[in-house]
């Protein structure tokens, strides 16, 4: 076939060959008495992958040009002009068409190799099995009566457990609030979304951290929202640098995890805290905290969130037990001014009907009962000692190659690779030796970054799969 992919445009490749047979079909180069090429082998003549012939393919057949038959192949439609064709939809066109964007092509990636292959998991940003509270848990569900409704609950949340997170946050996290200020969310991821959807339009600009989970996310550019970033150091962002994108670019809103944030673990200081509170009340920018990690405190204190020291209902509190508890309950929560409150939960209603009776109930006998103390306890103990596990296996095997800061709480460590690397090369070759991380590109601006989860493997795996880890930087950078 001569043809080539123009690799410089921004048409997809498949699109791109579709249009080429479909203009061939029309000036006979594709003659109907003569089969296409099968998709494997014009693939191979290509040089492209067989999925993209198949996705030209597949909007060729929607268009009624092309019949795929088994056995015969796939030949012209002898139909082409006639009205007895059946056609289907093209949904690849449909795909690229919607506003809600994917993952990343390296997320998706990362996230499917964790479900279809037994990786050592350093990627994954949640507990493994045996942090999980399982057997009080069980117990809850096995021996303690379900006293809550099998209907629609609250739009805001099942009224028990708001009056149960309200003494939560007071206890645990220093935030006094009530439950009428409360919205119950299927994990904070879901409350995220909610407030970009509700409380911010097309064009808004709001500032993240870079590097960030938040980085990440499509969610925003999804939703037609520019972000500008908030470098993080050592000790987190400097509050001036939100003057500065104020002034600059009028941002709507600021995105903080200031409590061992993820990636980089660092924890903002408390006076850095309040003159991030300092700035919002002056410029009257309205702040997203998000706080999975506040408990987490290898040293035993108590972290003081941004939520905690809000005077002037400035900032709007995401948090959840998926951190701390188990990530299949979906439990998260929203905290900020009842108006603002509202507006969300009826986004919410509109979406799921409110949250499910059934995990709202457990979620609340579990925060209720001693369990929890000691849970949270035990869980704090097991981090900090696959922190130390993962510091150690670094400190063997990779002792001249990486730089990092050392975590005092949270899930995650942020190493900076020395020497220059490709990391999805980097992420290719670790992959093929049995150990998946998350490549430092898909979550800053900054290149030769790599973050390990140390929550998610025992200690003898993390040694293992460093290792592992080890063995690729070495084979891709020699």
């Keep these: 076939m001569d043809w ?66 088994r056995g ?37 990636r990362i996230h499917k190799e964790m479900a279809e292959h037994k990786l050592i998991n350093l990627a994954s940003g949640e507990l493994s099995q045996d942090l999980f509270p399982l057997t009080s848990l069980r117990e809850i569900t096995a021996n303690r009566s379900f006293i809550g409704s099998l209907g629609y609950d609250h739009p805001q949340g099942n009224a028990i457990l ?41 064009g808004d600009a709001v500032a993240i951290e870079d590097p960030s989970y938040h980085y990440n996310l499509p969610v925003f550019k999804s939703a037609g929202i520019k972000t500008y970033f908030l470098k993080v150091g050592k000790h987190g962002i400097n509050p001036e640098d939100i003057t500065s994108l104020y002034k600059r670019h009028r941002i709507k809103m600021i995105f903080l995890s200031p409590v061992f944030q993820n990636p980089t673990g660092t924890l903002l200081n ?9 700035i919002s009340s002056e410029y009257g920018i309205p702040i997203v905290e998000d706080d999975p990690y506040s408990l987490t405190s290898f040293n035993g204190e108590k972290m003081q969130t941004l939520k905690s020291l809000d005077r002037n209902g400035n900032v709007l509190y995401i948090s959840s037990l998926t951190k701390i508890v188990a990530s299949g309950l979906r439990i998260g929560w929203i905290i900020g001014p009842k108006a603002v409150i509202e507006r969300l939960s009826d986004a919410k209603q509109q979406v799921d009907f409110g949250h499910a009776s059934y995990s709202q109930w457990v979620a609340n ?20 000692s696959r922190r130390n596990q993962i510091v150690f296996s670094l400190q063997t095997f990779l002792k001249d190659e990486v730089d990092f800061t050392l975590p005092n709480g949270g899930i995650h460590i ?38 390990f989860t140390f929550s998610r493997e025992k200690e003898e795996s993390i040694h293992k799969g460093i290792k592992r880890f080890a063995d690729a930087l070495y084979a891709v950078l020699h």
């Design 414 to 451: 942020w190493c900076r690779v020395n020497k220059k690397v490709n990391d999805i090369q980097l992420l290719e070759e670790s992959i093929k030796r049995g150990v998946i991380f998350v490549p430092g590109s898909t979550m800053g601006s900054e290149k030769g970054f790599v973050r």
């Design 365 to 384: 006998d579990f925060l209720e009962s001693n369990d929890f103390h000691y849970h949270i306890k035990n869980l704090v103990k097991q981090l900090e």
């Design 162 to 202: 708001r009056e149960t997170l309200t003494n939560h946050v007071n206890q645990f996290r220093g935030i006094k609030t009530d439950s009428s200020a409360i919205l119950v969310t299927s994990g904070a991821q879901q409350a995220l979304h909610l407030v970009v959807q509700c409380l911010l339009k097309p």
């Design 4 to 69: 080539k992919p123009d690799r410089k445009t921004k048409t997809p490749i498949y699109k791109q060959l579709a249009i080429y047979i479909e203009n061939g079909i029309d000036d006979g180069t594709f003659p109907p008495d003569k089969p296409l090429p099968s998709e494997r082998g014009l693939a191979k003549e290509l040089g492209i992958n067989r999925s993209t012939v198949i996705a030209a393919y597949d909007e060729l057949e929607s268009n009624g040009l092309i019949e795929r038959n």
């Design 270 to 278: 408390l006076d850095k805290r309040k003159q991030v509170l300092e």
């Design 72 to 108: 015969s192949g796939t030949t012209i439609s002898k139909d082409i002009w006639g009205m007895t064709k059946k056609r289907i939809p093209s949904w690849n066109r449909y795909i690229e068409a919607g506003s809600f964007l994917p993952n990343l092509p390296v997320t998706q």
